[in-house]
């Protein structure tokens, strides 16, 4: 049941981006382009403790509409590197998830060529992978323990784009979906973006 209500709920997300995009081409011009760059992943528990943070990199494409000369929707596609990393004396840990995500974005523009977004975003868990490397050995397999595929959170953040097309970007991921079933543990990503539109 709890499957069901996940995919009737991605399902209408996908459809409410759909109609989104329908509308805004009509009423403004549309871009598309790709867009990477650089994350820093981490994961809290309970609320309160947060992890080390795991180096990784996103990359995927996107689509801009705009509503008017102060406003616009962006959805995009991407492949992302998250998850999170513990070191201690012994060595270090890694959890490695690597997501495929889905982030809708309203981008509003109080200065030309300077934005502000926030938004919504629903993501698919592709791989899951722990490794431990300390100075005896290297540690590298699936886990038995597999998380949740499906994740769910926001996103704020700001940026630059050029009338080139050019963009940089910054984003910060507040995750709401547990990955677990224990310690309520939830995403959490600064996101480093170059952007140019096709």
């Known amino acids: 049941m709890e499957l069901i209500r996940k995919r009737i709920i991605i399902i ?5 981006i759909l109609s989104l995009s329908g509308q805004n081409q009509k009423q403004g ?9 650089y ?11 947060e ?5 990784g990199f996103h990359l995927g494409v996107y689509g801009n509409s705009s509503i008017n000369s102060l406003m616009a929707i962006q959805v995009e596609a991407m492949y992302s590197q998250q998850g999170y990393q513990l070191k201690n004396d012994s060595g270090t840990y890694t959890q490695k998830l690597n997501y495929i995500n889905v982030p809708v974005m309203l981008q509003l523009y109080p200065i030309k060529q300077v934005f502000l977004e926030g938004g919504a975003q629903v993501g698919y868990a592709i791989s899951h992978k722990e490794t431990y490397d300390s100075s005896f050995n290297l540690f ?19 940026g630059i784009k050029m009338h080139s097309g050019f963009s940089l970007g910054i984003r910060y ?3 709401m979906g547990e990955i677990y079933d224990e310690g309520e543990p939830k995403n959490r990503m600064w996101q480093f973006s170059v952007g140019i539109d096709f």
Request: charged share 20%.
């Open 173 to 175: 991921h507040i995750g």
């Open 140 to 158: 590298d397999a699936e886990s038995d323990i597999t998380p949740d595929r499906f994740d769910w959170g926001f996103n704020v953040g700001s």
């Open 12 to 16: 209408g997300f996908m459809g409410f």
């Open 51 to 55: 992890t080390g943070q795991r180096h």
């Open 39 to 49: 994350n820093l992943a981490a994961v809290t528990y309970d609320g309160e403790t």
């Open 29 to 37: 011009t549309s871009t598309t382009g790709i867009k990477g760059g």
